[in-house]
């Protein structure tokens, strides 16, 4: 609720409202001021609707009248503060209008009803309450004694001393019947909440609902940035120097943790589109790490440029650095050329190599002893002294190449070296537009520099939105106290996996729950898998090829299926393991289907998804940590899939895999 609906709000309004928010959320939701409208197309807007999982619906009235001097069914008498009289519609039949407003409203969704006796009815009751904040309960009982009031409806101050008594007011209104020990269903509950917010309705990219934003995506997509509400002007600071990016700016941070498919992005989308219209002068920046990503932001979000930026970390990068910009160089060209001795000797592959090189940056370990006593926990290769000392030679040999081609007074560099550049820049440079609110996806794969620039395009005191899955990190792995950012106490964690199937979530769920380093990873969020939420489909194919000929004749054969039945090209995707895996499956491409390997796919989603090639992820010289991220990239890959999954692979499993065939799976083969 923002500041200027509270502004609005009477004495008796704010006090209800408070006792409504110290109310069970596990049992109670509300809405105030919910627009109905009914079949004359008249709109009809009551104070507030309360829905109770244990009793039913209410309906309710607030009026701020100090005394009462009388009335009837449909008018009351009222004394006001300067002496006069004043008569005002019975606020017990206003209530009720508004609750034949409200059934009008659940008569468009069949779901709300059942077969009673022979007679169509609402599976649970509803009531009226007229709340009046400042009479007695004695004085309301003499109007219920002339049958002005029905008994119990009409609740005075008394009701309003403390959560528990409003609570009792409202167990005691004369219910037309009492529910059963199960109350109203979760299922049941979402479809009030749409009927009272038709915005909650998610959608698919067709445009058909697919389900309900939850009360806490609702709270998340709804929270004031305290930096753009209304507040004491402060003094301005003389001659105060632009902060650094190592300095406090009291940013107002909430991170949105959540399993796969949990909904972090789509609460991000509502969220931008929320705070644009509460917001409308404020310009928001949403960043995302890869290009694919910002794309399917920016359609989602569907607001101008100039009310909302959507970019990808690079792209934005470059833009900054417009005035000293040039090409980077190719790191796998130039590894290739000068250190191919020394990553022949190491016998590990290339693109670890090139990470472990962006890690030590990252890290600040320039020299060469800090690197040799670094811990690596989690790097996915154990390395002796003597790889290490191996890579401190690549490390110093690529360091000097760099510094060698100056040019504007900066260095060759690649992209990894981007961000660390930018920050550099924008610190000498101060930017000459910061945002006050800054929201990014899939912030697990921000580095620490590219989190250095995003507080340094932030104003001080903004708000910094980041939604992240520590168990979808397939690129390098920091914590928020690495990246410079404080989460402690501003972290809301999402569990259900609503994008998936449960057949598909239990299968990629149990490559984490097999593998140690990935179960314990940190502040990973644990799936629930109880929810009325998940729905449920066909099981996951596990399929086996005799060669890659057979593979690919295989995918060609059910792509087509889909495409027989309509599923739009746009709704198929193939996760290859590697950009080479992709080359082989062009011909589809070129029919629209979505085609890209493991490191372009975040974020993305498809109703159908294939995953090839699965044979060939994993090496014999793989350790424990390496398998580790191959399967978060694997699960990472079955995660994109809301209906359909596909996995295939030539000759045998990988033992890594294994845990695939515990779950429900259909295993069969292909030739």
């Known amino acids: 609720m923002n500041t200027n609906t509270a502004s609005r709000m009477t004495h008796g309004e704010k006090l209800v409202l408070r006792l409504l928010r110290s109310l069970d959320t596990r049992r109670y939701f509300f809405h105030y001021e919910p627009i109905l409208l009914t079949e004359e197309g008249k709109t009809r807007k009551p104070d507030f609707v309360i829905v109770s999982a244990k009793y039913g619906v209410v309906v309710v009235e607030v009026k701020d009248w100090v005394k009462l001097k009388g009335g009837d069914q449909e008018e009351i008498h009222t004394i006001r503060k300067d002496g006069l009289t004043a008569s005002y519609p019975n606020p017990y039949r206003t209530a009720e209008q508004y609750a034949y407003a409200l059934i009008e409203g659940f008569e468009q969704r069949e779901e709300l009803w059942r077969k009673y006796r022979g007679k169509r009815s609402l599976k649970f009751p509803w009531q009226v309450m007229v709340v009046l904040p400042n009479i007695s309960q004695k004085e309301i009982e003499q109007f219920e004694k002339k049958r002005i009031w029905a ?104 991170l949105v943790r959540g399993v796969a498919g949990s909904g972090k992005t789509l609460v991000l989308v509502r969220r931008v589109r929320q705070l ?54 190719d790191k796998w060209n130039w590894m290739r050329s000068f250190a191919a001795e020394e990553i022949a000797q190491l016998g590990l592959p290339l ?80 930017p000459q537009e910061q945002y006050p609110i800054i929201l990014i996806d899939e912030a697990q794969d921000f580095a620490p520099s590219w989190m250095k620039v995003v507080k340094l395009l ?89 060669d890659e000929d057979a593979e690919i004749r295989f995918v060609n054969q059910q792509v087509n299926d889909l495409l027989d039945d309509d599923m739009p090209t746009s709704q198929i995707a193939i996760l290859c393991p590697t950009e080479q895996h992709t080359h082989r499956w062009a011909h589809l491409q070129t029919q629209g289907i979505y085609v890209n390997y493991f490191e372009k796919m975040k974020g993305l989603e498809f109703n159908a998804v294939f995953t090839p090639h699965l044979g060939e992820i994993f090496m014999p010289d793989d350790d424990t940590e390496m398998i580790s991220r191959k399967r ?29 065939r515990e779950q429900e799976v259909c295993e069969t083969y292909a030739i």
């Open 458 to 546: 932030l104003q001080p005191g903004g708000s910094l939105f980041l939604c992240d899955d520590p168990a979808q990190s397939i690129f390098n792995s920091y914590s928020w106290s690495q990246k410079g950012i404080s989460i402690v106490g501003r972290t809301t964690i999402l569990h259900v996996p609503f994008r998936s199937t449960l057949e598909i979530s239990l299968a990629a769920h149990a490559l984490i729950e097999a593998d140690e380093n990935l179960r314990q990873t940190e502040d990973r969020p644990e799936p629930d898998f109880t929810s009325y939420e998940l729905g449920t489909g066909p099981k996951p194919l596990l399929i086996g090829c005799a």
């Open 632 to 660: 978060r990239k694997v699960f990472t890959a079955m995660t994109r899939a809301r209906r359909k999954l596909i996995l295939s692979h030539q000759g045998e499993l990988p033992l890594a895999l294994h845990p695939l």
């Open 351 to 430: 693109e670890f190599i090139l990470d472990e090189l962006f890690w030590r940056r990252e890290r600040g370990l320039y020299s060469d002893e800090s690197y040799l006593t670094a811990d690596r926990k989690g790097r996915g290769y154990r390395l002796d002294k003597g790889q290490r000392e191996l890579i401190n030679i690549i490390f110093s040999r690529y360091q000097a190449a760099k510094e060698k081609h100056i040019k504007n007074g900066i260095p060759w560099y690649d992209w990894e070296d981007v961000g660390t550049i930018t920050a550099d820049y924008l610190e000498k440079h101060p």
């Open 276 to 329: 644009a219209q509460r917001y409308p002068d404020s310009k928001q920046l949403v960043l995302s790490f890869n290009i694919e990503i910002a794309k399917d932001l920016e359609r989602r979000i569907g607001l101008p440029p100039e009310r909302v930026k959507v970019v990808h970390f690079h792209k934005l990068c470059r833009a900054i650095l417009d005035p000293i910009w040039r090409n980077p160089i």
């Open 151 to 254: 008994p119990h409806v009409v609740v005075g101050k008394e009701a309003l001393v403390n959560v528990d008594s409003f609570e009792k007011a409202i167990a005691t209104l004369p219910w037309q019947y009492q529910l059963d020990k199960s109350g109203i269903q979760p299922e049941t509950l979402d479809i009030i909440r749409e009927v009272l917010k038709p915005y909650l309705v998610v959608e698919d990219a067709e445009g058909n609902p697919v389900g309900t934003i939850t009360r806490v995506q609702e709270r998340l997509i709804s929270e004031p940035v305290t930096l753009l509400e209304p507040q004491q002007m402060a003094l301005p600071l003389v001659d105060a120097k632009p902060l650094t990016a190592t300095e406090s700016l009291n940013e107002e941070v909430r």
